[in-house]
């Protein structure tokens, strides 16, 4: 009785082994996952930022061509 407890103690821990080896590899997997997710979400913003800025110095541009000279706005 003794030896079948302890192959099955054995075992247990094999399985926990196991177990915990499945959990930190998923885990690993969802923290890269999570930065590819952000690093994604990074280079939108920084598409979105640039997009941005274009469309301000259209606008800045326009304003400029319809009011004539650069000086018209400083004064």
């Known amino acids: ?21 499945i959990l930190l590899i998923l885990l690993i997997l969802l923290i890269l996952l999570i930065l590819l997710i952000l690093l994604i979400l990074l280079i939108l913003l920084l ?11 259209l606008i800045l541009l326009l304003i400029l061509l319809t009011h004539g000279e650069p000086q018209a706005l400083a004064h």
Not at 47 to 57: K, T, Y
């Open 47 to 57: 598409i979105l930022l640039l997009i941005l800025l274009l469309i301000l110095l």
């Open 1 to 21: 009785m003794c030896a079948r407890t302890g192959t099955s103690s054995q075992e247990e821990s094999k399985l926990l082994l196991t177990h915990t080896l």
